[in-house]
């Protein structure tokens, strides 16, 4: 490694005002893409939320306005405008100071979700220009930056008023995002989960790009949040919503204080057996989890065990799992933790830490939920039985593939199937497991892979679809048994990512409808029975060429194209004859092009599939996957647009 010379007084470079922010995006907001450019929106709405939060406020509309700028207004207290003991105006430090805000003193904020003193300086840092415009007091004040807040306006009065609140407008510097342009749907998801979170708040997005324009307002809360995603599943009860308060002593320079912990939850049994649990802490998704999360598991357990010894439904010596118990069940879970409790555990916010918060949400819903089961005895007698009826099945397969197991020995290692190219080495961190389209591509990608790390397993036509079918259907299915075989990590609640046999699984199909139908199958049935392999970015789609194209030069060459646009630009930059193929499937491949194509980790290209929101994707496959054809219609109807082309 070359070493760096003049590391002295001079190579010392101080970054002024947040100008370090410009420099490091990535560490403010996570990335510089997409997912960036829309964190934006979300650092300014939850300062609004925050406003809610502490009672001042129930609208919040949300604006895109025609320059892809975005507008927040709400009706809270208004922004402070006056001057600040540091001899600034308070509007100018808030927007330009990092760690500024009222959210470090509780006696302005019990609980917040946004940066502490972080995210609206950070936004201003990342725009082209921002202006910010209070109401309070009676007056109109506003304050105007441009170019990431280097050139500040004065604090103007502009107008007297008799209401309050505070509105936001920026624009993000083209310089620094890779896109500029929102999305509609993106945003909407946001803000509709927000207004499930505060019962009656009302949020509004409008699109002024296209005149488009929603409200969201939900009296029951969370309650119509677990609605929402069992939306079109046969449930077998109506919504369970439990609330209450947790005191927790805080231990600070020698005393002791009492600091409550707001617990909310919701859940609904369906007819199903996958598990679906969402939380959030101070209105702030936990995608990871965390203690309020093990808190409510817990307490589901012990409180259906506890009933069930009860009335006799099993005896003393048999305890519930918990597995078998959530099975078919969706959960929204709440927390709102003040300042001196909150504790998340790593820089991504995504798990909470607070060991209070496990003690908070086992305490308040073992006794409510306790009371709800006696309440409802025919419901918790069907529960019981359905979780043993898990538990016996999930003890037959157990059985069953242990019995498989035996088996393989007993025949020398055979496989499962005859299909299956298994790969010579025995390492998970490298294998990767290609599921191929058809015996004649799954036969040229046998030829082509490189088997020390690559196992093919030709798939047979269109794959069952396991939003429609039954656990028992599907199990039986032998594609699908097939899979969660040759995987090796099991399937539902008790699925085991360290036992996964792949690094990557990626799913190699026809660049036609049936292929694109293909995959979404599989992707339904891995998102069904084996989320966690997405959720770790386990799951991939290989992009196999659209052409072939032959020069017919002194040398002949081939070149591929993976689109229309790469294909033209060959075409007219060819000094020669060329041959134009249109690959109808990858069976016309033939070894050596499927690996140098599509199967060469020095050349091929993957689509790695993640999900950014669990409540949508649930809501997507239930639409597009689902028995209910009506709403599958509608969604088509309002989201896709048909053209006659001609080629």
Known sequence: MPQVENYNDESITVLEGLEHVRKRPGMYIGSTDERGLHHLVWEIVDNSIDEALAGYGKEITVIINEDNSITVEDNGRGVPSGMHK?????????????????????SAYKTSGGLHGVGASVV????????????????????????????????????????????????????????????YETIKTRIRESAFLIKNLKMTLKDRR?????????????????????????????????????????????????????????????????????????????????????????????????????????????????????????????????????????QTKGKLGTPQAKFAV??????????????????????????????EARKKAREAREQARMDKKDKGERNISDKLAPTSEKNKEINELYLVEGDSAGGSAKKGR??????????????????????????????????IYTIGADYGVNFDLKKCNYKKIIIMTDADDDGAHIQVLLLTFFFRYMRPLVEDGRIYLALPPLFKITKRGKKEEILYAWT??????????????????????????????????????????LVK????????????????????SARRRDWIDNHVSFTLEEE
């Open 450 to 483: 490189d088997r020390r790390f690559q196992a093919i397993l030709p798939l047979r036509g269109k794959v069952l679809n396991t939003e429609k079918a039954t656990a028992e259907s599907a199990l039986n299915n032998e594609e699908i048994s097939t899979m």
């Open 362 to 391: 086992d305490s308040v819903l073992t006794e409510k939920l306790g009371y709800f089961l006696m309440e409802n005895k025919d419901l918790a007698e069907r529960l019981v039985k359905k979780a043993l009826k898990e538990a």
């Open 124 to 183: 201003n840092a990342l725009s082209t220009y921002m202006v910010v415009t209070s109401y309070r007091d009676g007056k109109i004040r506003q304050i105007r930056f441009k170019n990431g807040g280097k050139e500040v306006s004065e604090v103007e009065d502009i107008g007297e008023t008799k209401k309050t609140g505070t509105t936001v407008t920026f624009k993000p510097d083209p310089t620094i995002f890779t896109t500029t342009v929102y999305n």
């Open 210 to 346: 296209n005149n488009k324009s929603e409200s969201f307002v939900y009296e029951n809360g969370i309650s119509e949040y677990v609605a929402f995603l069992t939306t079109g599943k046969n449930a077998i009860h109506n919504v369970a919503y439990f609330e209450g308060n947790y005191a927790a002593t805080v231990d600070e320079n020698g005393k002791t204080s009492n600091s409550d912990i707001e617990v909310e939850v919701a859940l609904q049994f369906v007819d199903s057996y996958t598990e679906t649990i969402i939380s959030f802490v101070n209105n702030v998704k936990t995608p990871d989890g965390g203690t309020h999360e093990t808190g409510f598991r817990t307490s589901l357990t012990k409180a259906f065990n506890d009933y069930a010894h009860k009335n006799r439904l099993i005896k003393d010596s048999v305890f519930l799992e918990g597995t078998d118990l959530r099975a078919g069940l969706t959960a929204v879970v709440s927390v709102r933790i003040g300042e001196k409790l909150l504790e998340f555990e790593g």
């Open 86 to 106: 540091t001899g600034k105006n308070t509007m100018e430090i808030i927007y330009t100071k990092l760690n500024a805000g009222g959210k470090f003193n509780s």
């Open 564 to 605: 229309n646009e790469e294909k033209d630009k060959i075409l007219a930059e060819a000094k020669c004859e060329t041959i134009l193929q249109r690959y109808k499937g990858l069976g016309e491949m033939n070894a050596e092009q499927l690996w140098d194509t599509t199967m060469n980790p020095e050349t091929r290209t």
């Open 609 to 628: 599939v993640s999900i950014d929101d669990l409540s949508e994707a649930e809501a997507q496959i239930e639409t597009l996957m689902g028995a209910d």
